[in-house]
């Protein structure tokens, strides 16, 4: 039986329905692909021009939605929600946080094509030479650093790849009869399907998963999706879809990318599923961006890609992640740091929750799509029953017990010296 919301919770619920629906016809990946004609002239030529896409390739392909009068909904609702929850109301915060965020998302988009592009995805997403800390390496240094250790790896690893042999058609199958079991409440089924409209290998949304057609995959690839789309996507999609009272915790705005991106990694190499070259990968999307903020052009991206061991069609396929919604030659859009960063930041914010004895607070990173900023606001709000705990959670959160034994032994290791046990170990290579 549902309990009725009190006055308060309905304020709120009705305020958060409304920044659901305001964000509703914003799609930032759709707004910012490239099509398949950009990659046909672009291999018709040789791979030796830049591919057509400048600022009127945008504008012929207009957004979806008034963009002076979506921002000016934004505004509004920004305004309402100060003056029905006050100024320091926590729900509020992050709502009157999100309607600003959602704002900037606009502008972004009203930029494709522009410098301007570049410039506002890195506010809302960050840049590869953010620190993690003062006076820390920043992302940038990130990705050299893994680069150096992933090609000693390559060069002395007796492993091999896994063979690629399951059709898009075959994953469908494997991955719904799995995530049947995870996710089996008849009422909101999660359904796998083909997509030929995707950049990437696999892309969830509210309750789906999209898979490439045209791709090939290994049991692996199968296990990652499973993984990353499904434990962790669509999961704190699901969880944030039951929400009561803060129903915007099912949608995503820019800064809980990091964070769900940055969940989805942790939980690939917690669950022993990830490998290097899928850690090459996130590499090379750290250094891209860099490169890009450098000044590099799509085409030095594509030689830098080619010269990493990738086919043609994977070089164009990375490429084009960084460059979309600008040109091939003003600037990236940033989302790709997400992974690398999050991976980092979540980790951190683990390992001092078992440092501190606040074990409840991690599974809250699963409760919708949550920002690490907010997570203190959230378990006061779980706590008053306001926010409801997460329904769906992997395997490795739903019991606690191994993930503390490893960041107990995590937060020793953490303090040892590399360079002393560079030197003391020696000997022993």
């Not at 009725?4 to 958060?16: H, K, M």
């Not at 009068?69 to 934004?74: L, Y």
């Not at 060069?155 to 995530?179: M, P, T, W, Y």
């Amino acid at each position: 039986m549902t309990t009725a919301l009190t006055p308060y919770q309905e304020t709120v619920r009705g305020l958060s329905d409304r920044l659901v629906e305001a964000q509703r016809p914003i799609r930032v990946l759709d707004s910012i692909k490239w099509d398949a004609g950009v990659r046909e002239r672009f291999f018709q030529r040789g791979c030796k021009e830049l591919p057509d896409v400048d600022r009127a390739y945008y504008e012929a392909r207009p957004l979806p939605f008034d963009a002076d009068a979506k921002r000016r909904e934004f505004q509004e609702l920004e305004r309402d929600i100060q003056q029905k929850l006050g100024n320091y109301n926590p729900l509020g915060v992050i709502m009157r946080r999100m309607c600003r965020e959602y704002d900037s998302v606009v502008q972004m988009l009203e930029a494709r094509g522009l410098p301007e592009f570049s410039r506002l995805s890195q506010r809302l997403y960050g840049s590869a030479h953010d620190a993690f800390h003062a006076g820390d390496p920043s992302l940038a240094d990130l990705g050299t650093m893994m680069s150096e250790a992933l090609t000693n790896i390559g060069r002395n690893s007796q492993g091999h790849e896994e063979e690629k042999d399951l059709s898009g058609e075959a994953v469908v199958a494997i991955l719904q009869e799995r995530l049947s079991a995870v996710f089996p409440d008849p009422q909101r089924p999660v359904r796998v399907m083909l997509s030929d409209g995707i950049i990437s290998d696999a892309a969830a949304g509210t309750d789906y998963i999209k898979i490439r057609g045209e791709a090939r995959f290994s049991e692996r690839d199968v296990r990652l999706m499973e993984i990353h789309e499904g434990w962790v996507h669509v999961a704190t999609t699901m969880n944030g879809m039951n929400q009561p009272v803060c129903t915007f915790l099912s949608k995503g705005p820019p800064s809980s990318t990091v964070t769900q991106e940055g969940l989805a990694i942790l939980m690939e190499v917690m669950a022993f599923a990830s490998y290097p070259s899928r850690v090459q990968r996130l590499t090379n999307r750290i250094r891209a961006v860099a490169m890009a903020q450098e000044g590099a052009t799509f085409l030095d991206l594509f030689r830098f890609l080619r010269e990493e061991g990738l086919a043609d069609d994977e070089c164009y396929a990375n490429a084009a992640r960084v460059f979309r919604g600008s040109t091939s030659t003003e600037g990236p859009f940033t989302k790709d740091i997400a992974y690398s960063k999050g991976f980092v930041l979540i980790y951190n914010y683990i390992l001092l929750a078992v440092r501190k004895g606040l074990l409840a607070r991690i599974p809250l990173l699963f409760c919708g799509k949550t920002t690490l900023e907010d997570l203190r606001t959230l378990a006061q709000l779980v706590e008053e029953g306001v926010v409801e705990p997460p329904k769906y959670l992997p395997p490795l959160f739903a019991d606690l017990s191994s993930v503390t034994a490893w960041m107990c032994y995590s937060n020793f290791l953490s303090r040892l010296s590399p360079k002393r046990i560079e030197a003391d170990y020696a000997n022993l290579f």
